[in-house]
């Protein structure tokens, strides 16, 4: 997401007018602002209602003379518009003298009882399975796809600003936003063609992508990857809608009418077929809600449009607005499909008025469906490559025939003006900044290698003391399908090198065989997990004290050699067979020992491990969802389960390998989306070991000894505190997103957000395993007797970027130096 923030200051569109534009705000008599009043061009159905702060903007391709202004307690006014522009409009409303015959609209808390809005929600949720494509066993249509990202609120100063000297041609036309207003220009432009097929009965669905084009930055992965997690699907039918990873609650859910207020305001014959107008607004602030309007079929009680605009006073970051329209054709007199659904989301800094920010547009049409024509099971299981070269190279006469919206003049520009920005030096000098700060590595184009990862470059421990550390790796473009990476490093205090090195190739991309290995000699913190990665160059950041709370005196030397084959037989099911060789000491043996008997050395102690294992890895998780096709890919979305099922084989005597053993091991992770009550995230972790085998091969519940808060530790506990060779471990969090805080006056306005946890931990360890690591200085304690357990409370959301978190230790406060409290943290720019 990092990198994908550098087009925010770089961009243009040129010119789309508009008929009628009108902005301003509303007040009542003493000043305030009339938050949620409706206001409508005269005599049409176009319009909008104001926001929180009583401020508004709407335009329309058809020309208007005059708007009308109403709300419930004040005379209805009709406002001549002077010309086809007209922002800035002051709108004061003067209280009635008489009752109203017809309420437009209300503000406050509106009867759930005798409300003719919500009968026809009822009506509406009783419907709503038989509505679109539900209604027939098969469907397909056809699916084009537009997303944008433009800087918005253009003025003067910062074209005039040293940012922009240089680049002022940027700036030769400028258009204004028909939902805010606000002038804008592009930096960014993706179009998808495809065709989507699905069978109702089966329960299945796939899209075909025919077309795929990108101008700006498209080539950016880190910007496609937000994208696409950004503008997931979503149905207005469903309870809760998911943006920005929150859920926010439906005006047509079953639970809407406790969120919200609804008024039947008006009706009207749309496309010849009569419809209800439905106003709805938030009972309370803070909450993620929606304010805005529906038109709904007087028959089918099918919706045939909609708008949603998220509150102003909604718990999200880093979003100023967030607008949402959808329009539904009308096939025959009981079928309404959707047609067109358009999203816009202003990103900034500040929600202030004024404030500059960035624009995410994503418009998608849908066209041409056809039911009912029966096609196998495997039809629908058989995956097109997303991925084929050809999908990326359409030409021109394509993406005519497919643009089922065409392109308007700003937007057909932008791949002209993109294309010269990308050749203007100080522009080529801001991307590789942003660039460097968001990926950690610095581009060498001519080499085709990047140097990094800079934020690695510095550490310090009780080990080497100070250490520095350099690395690179082979960077050709996002898709490689090989890359090599290395590094190497130096400790000022115990004056050695240490180095790593990895290699993965793909060789089959539709399958995604994998080769890959390495080689690895460093100083690390073990077992601050349960099951071990096959990441031969990773080193966590608990191998530093700079971040550490007490000793941190309990690291290993490993020398560690890996080799592993991966496929992909089934989509998001990872099969990898590996072996591994490793060494391993301790690096201070006076403070931790990883002694063990051993009767085949002189002094019947060793103090060095060497092993070498075969091991077997399934990890399955449904729904996860990828972009790019190399060897390395970046994730879309993050609300996927994870389960892995793990099995390995330690040999005896094989390269001097000392244990024979074998180890099962299980985990499975679910994040949990509640509705609008936040999202839980829970793990569970099983394992077993069988043999004997020392400390350095033990699993070790994962304590935290630093400053940081780490899911799926125990950050009450210290490293290597438990030893384990059977074990069982739950953790469970849960981020309520200011639901109560959102309840608490002097609270309310600081937006912040509510995160509870509990983690426990079962493990038992042979008589036999404590036997054969005897000689080691540190207590061998498993959970055994008593379930070890923790729990936390957390406050997330200060100032928008920090979490801290209040830990408490349930139990074996005997335990030697066991700490009952402590406090840990994490930065973090999240929405």
Not at 536 to 564: E, P
Request: glycine fraction near 8%; charge should be neutral; charged fraction near 25%.
């Amino acid at each position: 997401m990092k990198k994908f923030l550098i087009p925010f200051f770089l961009f243009l569109p040129l010119f789309l007018i508009a008929q009628t534009k009108v902005g301003g705000i509303v007040l009542d008599p003493s000043g305030a602002p009339v938050a949620f009043a409706n206001i409508v061009f005269e005599d049409s159905s176009e319009g909008t209602i104001t926001n929180d702060n009583g401020r508004f903007y709407f335009e329309s391709d058809n020309t208007y003379k005059a708007i009308v202004v109403s709300f419930i307690g004040y005379e209805t006014k009709h406002i001549d518009l002077a010309a086809k522009v007209n922002y800035n409009l002051e709108i004061v409303l003067a209280e009635s003298t008489e009752q109203l015959d017809e309420v437009v609209i209300y503000t406050g808390k509106q009867s759930k009882k005798n409300n003719p809005a919500i009968e026809i929600l009822k009506k509406i949720w009783a419907k709503k399975r038989v509505n679109g494509v539900r209604k027939f066993k098969s469907y397909q249509f056809d699916k084009y796809e537009k997303v944008e990202f433009d800087l918005n609120t253009i003025d003067s100063a910062l074209i005039k600003s040293r940012l922009f000297k240089g680049l002022e041609f940027m700036f030769q036309n400028l258009d204004t936003s028909r939902i805010t207003g606000k002038t804008y220009l592009p930096m960014f432009l993706n179009e998808v063609f495809s065709k989507v097929y699905g069978d109702n009965q089966l329960g299945l669905e796939k899209e075909d992508v025919l077309g795929n084009k990108s101008s700006g930055f498209g080539g950016n992965q880190a910007i496609t990857a937000f994208v696409e997690d950004l503008y997931s699907d979503y149905d207005i039918y469903d309870n809760y809608l998911k943006f920005f990873d929150k859920s926010f609650t439906s005006p047509l859910s079953k639970t809407g009418v406790d969120v919200y207020n609804y008024v039947l305001s008006d009706s009207t014959f749309i496309d010849d077929k009569w419809c209800y107008n439905i106003i709805y607004y938030p009972r309370r602030k803070n909450e993620l809600t929606f304010k805005g309007d529906f038109w709904v079929n007087d028959s089918t009680f099918a919706v045939k449009k909609i708008n949603l605009e998220v509150t102003k006073s909604a718990n999200i970051n880093w979003v100023k607005e967030i607008y949402i329209e959808q329009d539904f054709d009308v096939v025959n007199d009981s079928v309404f499909l959707l047609k067109r659904d358009y999203m816009l989301s202003d990103f900034a800094f500040s929600k202030k008025e004024k404030s500059r920010g960035v624009y995410g547009k994503r418009t998608t049409v849908y066209d041409n469906y056809a039911f009912n024509i029966e096609r196998p099971e495997p039809f629908y299981k058989a995956e097109s490559d997303p991925y084929d070269p050809r999908v990326f190279n359409r030409d021109s006469i394509f993406w005519n025939n497919a643009r089922l919206e065409r392109l308007n003049e700003d937007e057909s520009g932008i791949f002209k003006l993109l294309d010269t920005l990308k050749t203007a030096p100080k522009f080529r000098t801001y991307y590789d900044i942003v660039s460097i700060l968001g990926s950690g590595y610095v581009e060498i184009d001519k080499w085709n290698i990047d140097i990094g990862d800079i934020y690695s470059t510095f550490g310090i421990n009780d080990a080497e003391g100070i250490r520095i550390r350099g690395g690179a790796r082979t960077y050709f473009g996002q898709n490689d399908p090989w890359r090599l990476e290395g590094y190497m490093a130096y400790g000022f205090d115990d004056k050695k090198f240490k180095h790593g090195f990895s290699a993965k190739f793909l060789l089959d991309r539709k399958n995604r065989l994998i080769l890959s290995g390495g080689h690895r000699r460093d100083v690390e913190q073990l077992g601050l997990s349960l099951t071990a990665t096959n990441d031969v160059l990773g080193r966590s950041i608990a191998s530093s004290s700079l971040v550490s709370v007490g000793a941190n005196n309990r690291l290993s030397n490993i020398n560690l050699s890996t080799f592993n084959i991966e496929i992909e037989p089934v989509k998001n099911l990872r099969v990898r067979v590996g072996s591994s060789f490793r060494t391993l000491s301790s690096a201070l043996p006076q403070d931790f020992s990883l002694a063990y008997l051993d009767a085949a050395s002189p002094t019947g102690i060793s103090d060095e491990i060497k092993q070498f294992d075969i091991s077997t890895t399934l990890i399955y998780t449904p729904g996860k969802r990828t972009i790019g096709y190399g060897v390395e890919r970046s994730d879309i979305n993050d609300n996927y389960s994870t389960i892995l099922f793990n099995y390995t084989k330690g040999f005896n005597g094989f390269l001097e390998s000392d244990f024979d053993y074998e180890r099962l091991q299980f985990s499975y992770t679910q994040p949990w989306q509640l509705g609008g009550f936040g999202r839980l995230l829970t793990t569970v972790e099983l394992g077993k070991t069988f043999g004997a085998v020392p400390l350095g091969l033990l699993s070790v519940i994962p304590g935290n000894q630093t400053l940081f808060s780490l899911y799926n530790t125990f950050p009450n506990l210290d490293f290597y505190e438990f030893v384990t060779d059977t074990y069982a471990t739950v953790h469970m969090e849960h981020n309520f997103n200011g639901r109560i805080f959102s309840r608490i006056p002097l609270l309310r306005k600081l937006n912040l957000r509510e995160i509870v946890g509990l983690r426990g931990a079962w493990g038992s360890i042979s008589d036999e395993n404590i036997l054969l690591s005897s000689p080691t200085n540190i207590p061998l304690i498993a959970p055994e007797n008593q379930i070890y357990w923790e729990y936390s409370f957390g406050v997330g959301n200060i100032f928008k970027i920090f979490r801290i978190d209040f830990n408490f230790r349930g139990n074996y406060l005997d335990n030697p130096n066991a700490r009952a409290f402590g406090v840990t943290g994490t930065f973090g720019f999240s929405f």
